[in-house]
T-cell receptor, first 113, second 113 residues
Framework: GNSVTQMEGPVTLSEEAFLTINCTYT??????LFWYVQYPGEGLQLLLK?????DKGSNKGFEATYRKETTSFHLEKGSVQVSDSAVYFC????????????FGKGTKLSVKP | KAGVTQTPRYLIKTRGQQVTLSCSPI?????VSWYQQTPGQGLQFLFE???????NKGNFPGRFSGRQFSNSRSEMNVSTLELGDSALYLC????????????FGPGTRLTVL
């Protein structure tokens, strides 16, 4: 079945450091891929998405490229801020509707000033 | 535009009881999905409703059920509560078509004693 594997956390970085959170997936067909972020006490917010191979999603300085050959969708940011501290989830959706997201376990990021 | 709202935000029940959670989607959204979030299992898809019909279902026992009303508001019900049902229950709404973003509510925190 479909699944998502992302790097275990927690990840602790200093402000302005480079961030990479690895995400790989297993899916039949051509899934859409997403990164969601969850701040403490809140629901999930879509950070970025890519719907086909070689697409690059980007938002708020975060980027991820849909790599079909390596079944990966790694999240990167060149310079993290304290406000980026949150839990990040990689997810995929296969099939026509978007009502069935499969999530990775989540990676908690803490950014120290 | 108002976001996805979930009520109640917090709930404490005892084993064997039943509970009903409510979700009001963003105006115009016809799809509502429910997810369970626990520290051990992460985020797991429960079911999706689109235009009052269950369109997708996750791998949960029949004690978990849901419905959607003509105004797209949705409820989920858990009967005969077990300790393991303690979780954050998240609702997400979308237009319901491929490529549409899911917007998440803040969740209902259910504690089963």
């Amino acid at each position: 079945g479909n699944s998502v594997t992302q790097m275990e956390g927690p990840v602790t970085l200093s402000e302005e450091a480079f961030l990479t959170i690895n995400c790989t997936y297993t899916a039949t067909g051509y899934p859409s891929l997403f990164w969601y972020v969850q701040y403490p006490g809140e629901g999930l917010q879509l950070l970025l998405k890519a719907t086909k191979a070689d697409d690059k999603g980007s938002n708020k300085g975060f980027e991820a490229t849909y790599r079909k050959e390596t079944t990966s969708f790694h999240l990167e940011k060149g310079s993290v801020q304290v406000s980026d501290s949150a839990v990040y989830f990689c997810a995929l959706s296969s099939g026509g509707s978007q009502g069935n997201l499969i999530f990775g376990k989540g990676t908690k990021l803490s950014v120290k000033p | 535009k108002a976001g996805v709202t979930q009520t109640p935000r917090y709930l404490i029940k005892t084993r064997g009881q039943q509970v009903t959670l409510s979700c009001s989607p963003i105006s115009g959204h016809r799809s509502v999905s429910w997810y369970q979030q626990t520290p051990g299992q992460g985020l797991q898809f429960l079911f999706e409703y689109f235009s009052e019909t269950q369109r997708n279902k996750g791998n949960f026992p029949g004690r978990f059920s849901g419905r959607q009303f003509s105004n797209s508001r949705s409820e989920m019900n858990v009967s005969t509560l077990e300790l393991g049902d303690s979780a954050l229950y998240l609702c997400a709404s979308s237009l319901g078509y491929a490529g549409n973003e899911q917007f998440f509510g803040p969740g209902t925190r259910l504690t089963v004693l």
